[in-house]
T-cell receptor, first 115, second 115 residues
Framework: DAKTTQPPSMDCAEGRAANLPCNHS???????VYWYRQIHSQGPQYIIH???NNETNEMASLIITEDRKSSTLILPHATLRDTAVYYC????????????????FGKGTKLSVIP | GAVVSQHPSRVICKSGTSVKIECRSL??????MFWYRQFPKQSLMLMAT?????????EQGVEKDKFLINHASLTLSTLTVTSAHPEDSSFYIC???????????FGDGTRLSIL
């Protein structure tokens, strides 16, 4: 079973920031938070990941609460091309064999960016 | 650019045909690759873990004799759907992790339609 809870859908106006929440209250100390997105009929695309510090890259920012029980993915200026299903996944960070790579996908949040 | 290449992107064939799907890691070696299946309006479900130089590990409920996996080299895994039937029609996606705990990267998927 997925270890995360996300709202099933969200709308965001084009050009505005999209803030996608994720709850992961049972996260353990060595688990990272990963975000992927899947545009219709394509494979998932890696966005960002983090352990406890906030992270930023060219695609997005990841804000993780101090207790690590929830996080928010921020797309600073959403465009129509950001319309996709966004998946928040927790995964063991340290390498302990092939199983530590496994990702369990929940239902994600369907983000619709509106013109 | 893409770091995992999947081929073909779409296959339409008759019932009883066997279909081979290739997954290649580009510019990095992957001792482990993963195969997922996604039915319409559902999330990705892990089918099996492909291990270079050893047998694949299948998830519960996935028939190993029907879904043959061969991880022939450090950059190539193949999934063969043997004697495919209409219920095998789905979106098949592979992934490969960057070495030593790095994020997984996904292919663009193969849309399999069995008539």
């Amino acid at each position: 079973d997925a270890k995360t809870t996300q709202p099933p859908s969200m709308d965001c106006a084009e050009g505005r920031a999209a803030n996608l929440p994720c709850n992961h209250s049972t996260i353990s100390g060595n688990e990272y938070v990963y975000w992927y997105r899947q545009i219709h009929s394509q494979g998932p695309q890696y966005i960002i990941h983090g352990l406890k510090n906030n992270e930023t890259n060219e695609m997005a920012s990841l804000i993780i609460t101090e207790d690590r029980k929830s996080s928010t993915l921020i797309l600073p200026h959403a465009t129509l091309r950001d319309t996709a299903v966004y998946y928040c996944i927790v995964r063991e960070g340290s390498y302990s064999g092939a199983g530590s790579y496994q990702l369990t996908f929940g239902k994600g949040t369907k983000l619709s960016v509106i013109p | 650019g893409a770091v995992v290449s999947q081929h073909p992107s779409r296959v339409i064939c008759k019932s009883g045909t066997s279909v081979k799907i290739e997954c290649r890691s580009l510019d990095f070696q992957a001792t482990t690759m993963f195969w997922y299946r996604q039915f319409p309006k559902q999330s990705l479900m892990l089918m099996a873990t492909s291990n270079e130089g050893s047998k694949a590990t299948y998830e519960q409920g996935v028939e190993k004799d029907k879904f043959l996996i061969n991880h022939a080299s450090l950059t190539l895994s193949t999934l063969t759907v043997t004697s495919a039937h209409p219920e095998d029609s789905s979106f098949y996606i592979c992934s490969a992790p960057f070495p030593m705990g790095g994020p997984q990267h996904f292919g663009d998927g193969t849309r399999l339609s069995i008539l």
